[in-house]
């Protein structure tokens, strides 16, 4: 009653999605992906019941529709469609001015994000890979609060010292202006996703994992303008379905990564499994391929997730990224070597590894490491990048430049 009232209230009719809550239980029916993606998009418009949103969740759970690669398609393109508007053209100009083109990378913006739930409690391997990748290309970091660890990447970067970012200055508005300032950026979600506010108290209430936790890191807020990205999934069995989605959307960078244990992202452990987006000729068919990588491909040792999960709260994770992002951490500490294969990947998917030559800046010895490993890929070379990345002080550059704007911006 009380979404119908909101509903009416903003001049939207209530929506009533029982007939094809009836066509999903029992699952003998066919329910199209369009069909669900509809009922979804008027989540964000709370024209839809609690209890009819709750049900509906659900139905997606048990039936594992969530799963299938044309419902996740069709639900993240309905959650863009929903989410506040980019300035594209601004954003383009200012991308344009700044990106370097290196390799195959064409100076564009590029993620690295988990579906999260995978219950390992990893430190934050994804953000502080971001923070790295930014000191080579441009970073569109998408991510929220926790819901399922201690520490979510938004928790981690508030408390960040000696000075934290203001998030909330990151507004769809001001994006440009913080990529004029630094190749690093922050896309908290609810600024971006506001419709997600009527479907985030439901999602508390129910105990499992939602389609949303899968549609969120398919929805980056600047999808129009992202070159490549990295999706850690915590299933094997969701790799296949993020490819296809990805790809019958018309992505042409991207690479989906599981550890072997479902962890939702490369691990240090051991095998890892890769689903990687791949043109057959340049500007051509898109297909996945598929391939599985193990640290000794990035040259780095293997290490028991034991001693890399920290178990932490943000507080304390701040204090290690920041010590990561001094290099005061051994070059071989497990931790530092899983964060480098994982900033590795994102270097690989963007394409900057392809160069034949490297000049970084100082302490680039330009000896670019050719060799080629699972994949095709330049996997070593990518960790020689992050190397430099950490050594050379630019990530910690990029990254004081991003506190710096953010702080001008929301002051």
């Not at 913006?109 to 391997?125: E, K, R």
Request: proline fraction near 6%; glycine fraction near 8%; hydrophobic fraction near 40%.
């Amino acid at each position: 009653m009380a979404s119908q009232t909101a509903a009416a209230s903003e001049g939207l009719p209530p929506i009533d999605i029982k007939p094809l809550l009836a066509k999903m239980w029992p699952n003998d029916a066919q329910v199209t992906a369009d069909e669900i993606a509809e009922a979804i998009s008027h989540f964000f418009t709370n024209q839809v019941t609690p209890a009819q949103t709750a049900s509906l969740l659900m139905a997606l759970h048990f039936t594992q529709m969530d799963f299938k690669p044309e419902v996740l398609a069709k639900c993240a393109s309905a959650m863009l469609k929903a989410a506040a508007p980019i300035p594209v053209d601004e954003l383009n100009a200012v991308i344009s001015k700044r990106g370097h083109k290196e390799g195959n990378y064409n100076g564009g913006l590029c993620d690295i994000v988990g579906t999260g739930g995978d219950s390992h409690n990893t430190f934050n391997i994804s953000t502080t890979a971001s923070i790295i990748g930014s000191a080579l290309i441009l970073v569109s970091k998408h991510g929220n609060k926790a819901s399922t660890s201690k520490s979510g990447s938004a928790d981690l970067i508030a408390k960040m010292q000696p000075r934290a970012p203001v998030v909330a200055a990151v507004t769809p508005a001001n994006l440009p202006k913080v990529y004029a300032a630094t190749n690093y950026s922050f896309l908290f979600a609810p600024l971006f996703h506001t419709g997600m506010c009527y479907v985030a108290p439901i999602r508390k209430q129910l105990p499992w994992r939602t389609i949303f936790n899968n549609v969120g890191p398919l929805a980056n807020p600047v999808e129009d303008v992202l070159e490549a990205r990295v999706i850690g999934v915590g299933r094997k069995d969701l790799g296949p379905a993020f490819a296809e989605a990805l790809r019958s959307v018309g992505c042409r960078k991207a690479m989906i990564v599981c550890g072997d244990e479902d962890l939702d992202e490369l691990s240090c452990a051991g095998k890892s499994h890769v689903w990687m987006l791949k043109e057959r000729t340049p500007g051509g068919e898109v297909y996945v391929d598929y391939f599985t990588v193990e640290p000794s491909d990035f040259g780095v040792s293997a290490h028991a997730l034991t001693s890399v999960s920290s178990g932490k709260g943000p507080e304390e994770n701040a204090v290690i990224l920041e010590q990561i992002l001094h290099g005061v951490m051994p070059d071989n500490d497990p931790l530092i070597e899983f964060v480098l294969i994982n900033a590795a990947a994102l270097f690989v998917v963007s394409g900057i590894c392809e160069a034949d030559s490297s000049s970084m800046g100082e302490g680039d010895d330009g000896k670019v490491i050719t060799e080629r490993g699972p994949g095709g890929q330049r996997w070593k070379e990518g960790v020689r990048r992050a190397r430099w990345a950490i050594h050379s002080g630019e990530a910690w550059k990029q990254w004081s430049a991003f506190v710096d704007i953010t702080n001008k911006l929301g002051a």
